[in-house]
């Protein structure tokens, strides 16, 4: 990025960047894959750089009288674990009651693991500081998205509606959607693979 005058930033190199972060790539693998054992999927997480980037934000307490800082990372490990135990109990409860033949044709295990994951990632396009987080995003688009161009092209004009409210109305689950689904490997495709199939072969 390069600021020429009167404010106006260039980015010469945001096309592809731009192509990428509304375009879905089924060839890629990515969390949002329902294809794959939910163990699998699991592992992946764990190892995942976009899970481990997590310890860089903190899960914000106001007047906490501890000096103990919860971080993303050890929030969602939390979350995780009761998510985990509470599709136990569910699951118990509702096979007893034999609300769903679902109950009856899959495991326990199928089933919490599902919540466990979810308490992985629910927290992973959560921006730092939380709500403050995305109202500062959202702050920061409205107030400086026209004054950037792509060459000699404003940006605004290249955007389609969506895509501008998008980014003007920020939202830290619909990001978390946005990574597992489009771009969760941050672009380290092949390293990614070779990950994939290490676990296949276990």
């Not at 693998?29 to 294809?35: E, H, T």
């Not at 995942?48 to 490990?77: C, G, N």
């Not at 599902?114 to 403050?132: E, Q």
């Not at 955007?159 to 830290?172: H, I, K, P, R």
Request: charged residues 25%.
């Amino acid at each position: 990025m390069s600021e020429e005058n009167d404010g106006v930033y260039s980015f010469p190199n945001l096309e592809i960047h731009l192509k990428e972060l509304w375009t879905c790539h089924p060839e890629t693998p990515c969390f949002a894959s329902c294809s794959r054992p939910t163990s699998f999927i699991h592992k992946t997480i764990i190892c995942s750089t976009l899970f481990r980037r997590l310890q860089d934000k903190a899960q914000v307490f106001p007047l906490d009288d501890d000096d103990y800082i919860r971080t993303r990372l050890t929030h969602s490990l939390e979350v995780s674990a009761i998510g985990k135990k509470l599709g136990e109990y569910v699951f118990k409860k509702l096979k007893k009651e034999k609300r769903d033949l679902w109950f009856e044709t899959h495991t326990e295990k199928e089933f919490s693991d599902v919540l466990l994951c979810a308490g992985l990632v629910h927290d992973i396009g959560n921006p730092p500081f939380g709500h403050f987080g995305e109202y500062a995003i959202r702050e920061w688009f409205q107030t400086n998205l026209s004054h950037l161009y792509l060459g000699k092209e404003q940006i605004t004009n290249i955007l389609s509606e969506w895509q501008l409210q998008d980014l003007y109305s920020f939202e830290g689950n619909a990001q978390s959607l946005r990574i597992l689904s489009k771009t969760p490997y941050l672009g380290k495709k092949t390293a990614l693979i070779s990950h994939m199939k290490f676990w296949e072969q276990l």
